[in-house]
Nanobody, 116 residues
Framework: QIQLVESGGGLAQAGGSLTLSCVAS????????MSWYRQAPGKERELAAT???????KYADSVKGRFTISRDNAKRTVRLQMNNLKPEDTGVYYC??????????WGQGTQVTVST
């Protein structure tokens, strides 16, 4: 059993930046992908960014060029650097550990609110 704990959410102004961190309680090397999902109020959860072994980083079109995902297996940490934030980035952000396209573990989520 692995726990994923997110931090770094909060309130930001449009155009500002936030960095989300996800720390795992155990080894994450077994997961071929570590991802950040987000869920806006009244909407379904969607993939924002993922770091896949041998493929690198992939992003939703809505965040491409603004968000950067990074993964440090030694520190059991995944980060999401979010720049030029927009009000539509508001939502709960979840860290996920995936294996062959299936989410094995979710974090509890961290709220991001972007004001105009």
């Amino acid at each position: 059993q692995i726990q994923l704990v997110e931090s770094g959410g909060g309130l930001a102004q449009a155009g500002g930046s936030l960095t989300l961190s996800c720390v795992a309680s155990g080894n994450i090397e077994m997961f071929n992908a570590m991802s950040w999902y987000r869920q806006a109020p009244g909407k379904e959860r969607e993939l924002a960014a993922t770091m896949i072994d041998d493929e690198g980083a992939k992003y939703a079109d809505s965040v491409k060029g603004r968000f950067t995902i990074s993964r440090d297996n030694a520190k059991r940490t995944v980060r999401l650097q979010m720049n030029n934030l927009k009000p539509e980035d508001t939502g709960v952000y979840y860290c996920a550990a995936e294996f062959i396209g299936m989410v094995g573990y979710w974090g509890q989520g961290t709220q991001v609110t972007v004001s105009t």
